[in-house]
RNA sequence: UGGGCCGUCGCCAAGCGGUUAAGGCACCGGGUUUUGAUCCCGGCAUUCGGAGGUUCGAAUCCUCCCGGCCCAGCCA
């Protein structure tokens, strides 16, 4: 429904991109990168860093490369990558060049090397604890190491077998020579290379020394030709010494740095060390859990990749410290399902209706619209027989003030059928009721009834050919809106988040469903065939969000 | 109390010296409706963290103050 092309919303990043172009910057060149360190899955936060790059490259004719962080091998793997590309592919994005800051380790000894030669680097052989000691503090400036006034040649050898993995892990380190009195702790002479005797992914045992974030991300960049490198808030102090590197050494360009917020969004946690946590403890069943905030976890509970990029478009982009309201995300699908999902009825929690006015074996069928508002969606036949389900809560004995349903002597409208009135209420020896009786007034199908108005309608499905299905709600994960600011967040996990309705009733053709096809469950809200478990043979549908419902409010 | 950053409606967010201070979400009405959905129409900041100052004119410039976030990995 939305114009694909419509304008993206102005921000101080593209602000300053304008103005970039009015100069003359870079030839009008743009370039961006999004760069995962592949530690982990995904998750909504990096996709509003995926939408941010991916989007002003296209915005500006430019191009947006993926490149994995990959320079710490304890930590990356390849599951991870290939995560990370199917859920890059998954949301729409296609980069134009596909790296690995792995690919540049050589160039990049280079650079370290002429760094040494510069008398800018040099090899310290503290141990971590001595340089942290050394390191000052917040208020305090830091002291020189006693390994700071080596010799070039000496820094050149010593760097050289640490390379050849003469020496093992902590030995030594190789900094960057620049101030310890400096008011930036990052800038305190800056660890550039560490030794680390373990294999990488893509490289092997080629390396006994890797590179820091530091001394990589912005060599990176240049030599990708990047001319805005977008990252978060936290790498702002960073941004001096990411300038240092770049200035010091010959590069193809100076890239600029770029800060913008993280994503907080409420009731749900964005940090990778913690989202581990809630996979390995089982809080959750997995990195794909619906409940996830994770790109696979959203996919999984049915949102779509054009609802999370107008997400990702509602909340701009800006250097604030804001938290946005689930309401917003959950907007975004409904919007997107409203107009595109089909239509289809389904009771999650059946109670048997039986048509006493009707003969056993009646049969009808009727005709029902796909979409309400899309006439191209065509139709499809509706089998009605002389017992339907309706939904347990659609009837109540005791209605509360304003219930517009089913009660006792009351009148409803079966959705798309007649109107039906309740003549008897059926209960077993417990008290419970197990199934109502009701007459239909045959005069209402396809039209209002004589002299009275009928205002509830309520969605069924035929006892005979309806088929049973397990369908999946979802409630938050959190109980709190905030659960990150918690002493323990495992302790704010909502535990009762998952409420399997085993024994619901869907009208055949949705068996039928493949996997990951969305439907609007007539006043019970979207649902999705579930891309995993969903067989003809055993339905299976996740809410991926309710109806808005005025009702229903608190 | 060292350095960096941020404060515009309940939640986001435009705005960049002259606007009646956009827009979205939420909320509150009202209308249409065989989904208490959708859709439509209307309402919702005389005020921009506070106080001074500059100016004919300030959310926009200056000063001070208040509040919040980030930084002391051989993580990214």
């Known amino acids: 429904m939305n114009q694909d092309d419509s304008k993206p919303g102005a921000n101080f990043i593209r ?53 994995f962080d990959d320079t710490n091998p304890a930590k990356e793997s390849e599951e ?3 995560a990370i590309k199917d859920d890059v592919s998954w949301l729409g994005f ?43 503090t917040l208020t305090e400036p830091g002291i020189e190491s006693p390994y700071r006034n080596r010799t070039i040649e000496q820094n050149l050898e010593l760097f050289a077998s640490m390379k050849a993995g003469e020496f093992d892990d902590g030995e030594h380190i190789l900094r960057a020579k620049i ?101 390995n403890d ?34 701009g982009i800006t250097k604030n410290d804001s938290v946005i309201e689930m309401a917003v995300l959950e907007t975004c699908i409904r919007d997107d399902l409203n107009a595109n999902a089909e239509r289809r009825l389904a009771v999650l ?19 029902f619209q796909n979409h309400p508002q899309d006439e191209s ?32 002597g009351g009148e409803v409208r079966l959705r798309g059928c007649y109107i039906i009135k309740c003549t008897d209420v059926i209960k077993n020896d417990a008290g419970e009721i197990v199934e109502l009786h009701c007459t239909h007034d045959p005069d209402t199908l396809g039209k209002k009834p004589e002299g009275r108005k009928v205002k509830g309608v309520v969605h069924w499905v035929s006892a005979k050919t309806s088929l049973t299905a397990t369908i999946r709600l979802y409630d938050p994960l959190f109980s709190t809106s905030n659960p990150a600011a918690a002493e323990s967040f495992e302790s704010e996990v909502n535990v009762d988040s998952v409420t399997v309705m085993s024994n619901a009733r869907i009208e055949p053709s949705l068996a039928q469903a493949a996997p990951e096809t969305r439907f609007q469950f007539e006043r019970t809200g979207y649902f999705v065939a579930d891309r995993i478990d969903h067989s003809q043979q055993a339905p299976v549908f996740n809410r991926v969000v309710t109806l808005r419902d005025v009702w229903a409010k608190p």
């Open 15 to 67: 602000n300053l991109i304008d103005a970039d172009q009015q100069a003359g910057k870079h030839g009008g060149r743009v370039t961006t990168r999004f760069p995962p360190e592949p530690n982990g899955y995904l998750h909504i936060g990096h996709v509003k860093s995926i939408c941010l790059n991916f989007g002003i490259a296209k915005q500006y004719n430019g191009q947006c490369n993926l490149r």
């Open 80 to 82: 991870y990558v290939n």
């Open 94 to 136: 296609e980069w134009s060049g596909l790296h690995h800051a792995s690919d540049y380790f050589d160039q990049l000894y280079d650079f370290a090397v002429d760094l040494i030669k510069q008398g800018k680097a040099y090899v310290d052989s503290s141990s971590a604890e001595e340089m942290r000691s050394m390191r000052g």
């Open 179 to 279: 101030d310890m009195t400096s008011g930036n702790i990052n800038m305190r002479d800056p660890a550039l290379y560490r030794i680390r005797k373990i294999s990488h992914v893509r490289t092997g045992d080629k390396w006994n020394i890797y590179p820091m974030y530091d001394f990589t991300h912005c060599l990176s960049d240049a030599i990708e030709g990047i001319t805005h490198s977008l990252c978060t808030l936290e790498f702002a102090d960073h941004r001096p010494l990411y300038d240092w590197v770049i200035d010091q050494l010959d590069t193809p360009c100076h890239p600029q740095q770029i800060e913008f917020a993280r994503l907080q969004l409420e009731y749900t946690m964005l940090s990778k060390r913690r989202l581990i946590q809630l996979v």
């Open 282 to 315: 089982k809080l959750v069943d997995g990195w794909d859990d619906p409940r996830m905030p994770t790109v696979l976890g959203l996919r999984r509970r049915g949102y779509t990749p054009e609802s999370l990029k107008d997400f990702c478009e509602r909340i």
């Open 349 to 367: 929690d059946p109670i048997k209706v039986v048509i006493t006015s009707l003969p056993k074996e009646h049969s009808q069928t009727l005709s």
């Open 377 to 408: 969606a065509g139709t499809r036949a509706y089998e009605f027989n002389r017992e339907v389900y309706i939904e347990r809560e659609d009837f109540a004995e005791n209605p509360p003030p304003k219930y517009q349903r089913l009660v006792p």
